[in-house]
């Protein structure tokens, strides 16, 4: 069992800054990918994933360049530091964690992970 717990939401003006950070905890050695995922309505997209330990990234188009995801191994988090924020970037976001492996263009959907974090609510205003 893994269970994530995301942080770091809030509201901010276009152009401004938020850093999430999602903490991992129970079998996180079995971990191969770790990603954020939005959801606006009932799409929920995949915008960044991180191979624990390999430190292979992966980004969605539409946040590649403003958008960094990396690991904080002392903590057992992943970080998602998210800049030039933009009002189309407000959604609920979502940590999520894969314990089996697949390829790396399976990355954006859903249906590679396995545990899924609560969200947190991101507001950019503008």
């Known amino acids: 069992q893994v269970h994530l717990v995301e942080s770091g939401g809030g509201s901010v003006e276009a152009g401004g800054t938020l850093r999430l950070s999602c903490a991992a905890s129970?079998?996180?050695?079995?971990?191969?990918?770790m990603a954020w995922f939005r959801q606006i309505g009932r799409d929920r997209e995949g915008i960044a994933t991180i191979?624990?330990?390999?430190?292979?990234?992966y980004y969605a188009d539409s946040v590649k360049g403003r958008f960094t995801v990396s690991e904080d191994k002392a903590a057992n988090s992943i970080i998602l530091q998210m800049d030039m924020l933009k009002p189309e970037d407000t959604a609920m976001y979502y940590c999520?964690?894969?314990?089996?492996?697949?390829?790396?263009?399976?990355?954006?959907?859903?249906?590679?992970?396995?545990?899924w974090g609560r969200g947190t609510q991101v507001t950019v205003s503008s």
């Open positions: 129970g079998s996180t050695d079995r971990l191969t990918f």
């Open positions: 191979q624990p330990d390999v430190g292979v990234t």
């Open positions: 999520a964690a894969a314990t089996i492996s697949f390829s790396p263009n399976l990355w954006h959907h859903t249906a590679s992970y396995d545990y």
